[in-house]
């Protein structure tokens, strides 16, 4: 069947396929693209005169059971779909679509197939956006109520030992009472850590890319000498309105976080900036947003803890307390931000999101 067959629809057939927001292509009975319509076309970054001829594997990259099932639904002419589909639409990028395929037949022409594809990316980054800080909120209150249980008896036990201590007749047993004492402190310190700061960040003008030298300087004193670093920023970002203090600490805690994951073997932690426009975290849209990416080719993050790792008490190291993430995590939520992981084996990132525009504007 020629190309120009399949494009016989009518002028307003195509029109309603040309203003789709869900990319639409016809393929024909080789599988080769006999149209497209312009949502198509921003999905695949090519236009319809260059795409026009390609076969679909060659375009989307799909898989052995993707193409069984194109091939299964156009030889029995049953229509499928499927959902949150990984597929890769070029070398570097990969995708996560819906998709539904409809068998077309006109006439006495070879059958074709109708693919309509949604891309759901964003949609599964709001909802996991959305679970995380739920998430966070809930531990969040869990840790108050906790820590208001542990804290009064801690207390309570401290203030004994040091009465005790005041009327015991020999000093050797002493001891045992400053031990009792020095272990409540440190449970109180423990508490305290987990509870985070307690004051508000105060805001002002503040340059990420200063931000993020101080930290590698800060870093690169204590590291191994194996330890690199990669530089990726945008210059043309503007200042930010946030707590410089508070966003040191985020990014010391990750950045540490990093340097232990990748130990003696040395490794290269790269410092990313981007501007994101018309973007949303979590449910609420920003014209403006900073995305600030820590990225090291460690190990990656254990995969029994990945969907923990904001957690109080979660960690991956055998010395780690497991409040490093959690408390960070914390820090930029009162900035109205999120931070976000993705971890595989040579590759973590984690993406810090940060609203540019004035938030009292």
């Not at 208001?148 to 000093?171: D, F, S, V």
């Not at 957690?311 to 991956?316: A, E, I, K, L, R």
Request: hydrophobic share 40%; net charge negative; glycine share 6%.
């Amino acid at each position: 069947m020629s190309h120009e067959s399949i494009q016989t629809a009518t002028g307003i057939q195509r029109t309603i396929l040309d203003n789709l927001h869900v990319a639409v292509l016809v393929l024909d009975e080789n599988f080769c693209v006999g149209y497209l319509n312009p949502a198509a076309e921003n999905l695949f970054h090519l236009s319809s005169k260059r795409a026009i001829g390609i076969r679909a594997d060659k375009l989307l990259f799909i898989d052995t059971h993707m193409f069984e099932r194109l091939r299964e639904a156009l030889q029995l002419a049953h229509p499928y779909s499927e959902h949150e589909l990984t597929v890769e639409i070029s070398h570097d990028q990969q995708i996560t679509i819906d998709y539904r395929v409809t068998p077309l037949q006109y006439a006495d022409e070879p059958a074709m197939l109708m693919l309509e594809i949604t891309q759901i990316d964003r949609q599964l980054r709001i909802a996991r956006e959305e679970k995380l800080l739920s998430e966070q909120t809930a531990s969040r209150q869990l840790i108050r109520g906790m820590a208001h249980e542990i804290k009064n008896p801690l207390g309570g036990l401290r203030g004994a030992a040091q009465l005790l201590e005041r009327e015991l007749p020999k000093p050797e047993l002493k001891e045992y009472t400053r031990i009792i004492i020095g272990e409540a402190d440190r449970l109180q310190n423990l508490v305290d850590r987990m509870l985070g700061p307690n004051n508000l960040p105060r805001m002002q003008a503040v340059s990420i890319h200063q931000i993020s030298e101080h930290v590698r300087q800060l870093v690169q004193v204590e590291a191994p000498k194996n330890i690199f670093f990669n530089l990726d920023y945008d210059p043309s970002l503007p200042d930010i309105q946030a707590d410089p203090e508070l966003l040191i600490q985020v990014t010391l805690n990750i950045t540490r976080n990093a340097v232990a994951a990748m130990g003696d073997n040395g490794g290269e932690i790269t410092y990313r900036t981007r501007p994101l426009r018309h973007f949303t975290i979590g449910h609420k849209h920003h014209r403006l947003v900073l995305q600030f990416d820590i990225i090291d080719n460690g190990p990656g993050i254990p995969e029994a803890i990945r969907d923990q790792i904001f957690f109080p008490m979660v960690t991956g190291h055998a010395k780690g307390t497991g409040l490093g993430l959690s408390i960070a995590q914390s820090l930029i939520n009162q900035h109205g931000g999120l931070i976000a992981c993705n971890s595989q084996p040579g590759k973590t990132v984690f993406t810090i999101y940060l609203p540019m525009e004035n938030r009292d504007g």
